[in-house]
Structure formats: C-alpha cells, structure tokens
C-alpha cells in the first residue's frame, strides 16, 4: 500500500470504495507544519466519470487499483466519442473527448506508441509517449540565419497545439515535441 507521497499521475487509486483515476497531482508544503506536504490529486471516477479533487497528507495510505495498459491505435473519431483500436486483438475502446481532451492535443493519424489504460476492463484514459512527432500546419516564415539565435515563434499543429519552435523551423516541416514539458525538441 503506498503513501500519498508516492502515488504518480495515471494512476488508479481505491478511495472511499470506488476506483478513481488520478489526473493531476499538485504538491504544496504549507509554512509553519511541521514537515509535511501535502498533495491535491485531481481524480475521475471510472465508472461515472464524475470529477472530485482531494487533498491527502505524504503520509497518508492509499491503495492501488488493478491498472492495464494496452498498445492501442487511433481509429476515428465519432462526435465526442473517439476510437481507438488494440494493437494486439483489435478490440475497440471508446473514450469520451473531455476525459483526454489533454491527450487529443499530441494524437494524429501517425502518432505511434499510444497506450489505452484499462481499469476494471472499462477504458479510462490514455498514456501517450514521452516524445511525439508532428507536422506543423502554420508558423511564421523562416529566418533565413536564424538558427544562429535562441529566439522563437509559434507554431500550430494540425490538432490545435501550439510550441515554440526555432525561428528556422518553418510550416510543413515535422519536428519531434517532449509530450511532458510541452516543448520543441528537434526536426524528425
């Protein structure tokens, strides 16, 4: 049973008898406690999908949930629905856009490496992996020189994402971007 402290985000955690999905983790440490954090954990119900933040201490016990991750494919899209395919035995898991609204940011046809997390066998959300590529469909024309400098500009991918990508860089080219820090990391 791990603490509070070591719970990480895509988790599932067993609270107060129902399985949550952790989405967000804040840690704070307050002025004038005696040495402890404390840590907000934004979480989805899986079964209804009802969204509720709580506030544990590091100390404080919680257990795990039964948590698979499947190699999975984006399929289609249907409305607020979208579809993505297993990898392996081609089953079909349908997640709702407000519950990966985050995730539709990195996802196109191409993007490889998707995982679909499973608790209870329903579909709760998705882990995508650390490095994306993605072809940029408008920035600002390129710098002719300007690699030489560390200044930057927009650019917008297909799906809505905008990064801040090296004034050389220019719309069409494909570059890699670190899902995590939300960042331009080199040309594909």
Known sequence: MPRASEIKKNSAVEYEGRVYFVKDIERSVPQGRAGGSLYRMRMYDVVTGNKIDETFKDSDML?????????????????????????????????????????????????????VILVSEAPVALALPPIVEMDIEETDPSVKGGSATARTKPARMATGLVVQVPEHISTGDRIKINVEERKFLSRA
């Open 63 to 115: 257990n795990l949930a039964d948590l698979v991750r499947r190699p999975a494919t984006f399929s289609y899209s249907d409305g607020d629905e979208y579809v993505f395919m297993d990898s392996e035995d081609f089953t079909q898991y349908s997640l709702n856009r407000e519950a990966i609204a985050d995730e539709l940011l990195y996802i196109d046809e191409d993007t490889q490496g998707i995982m």
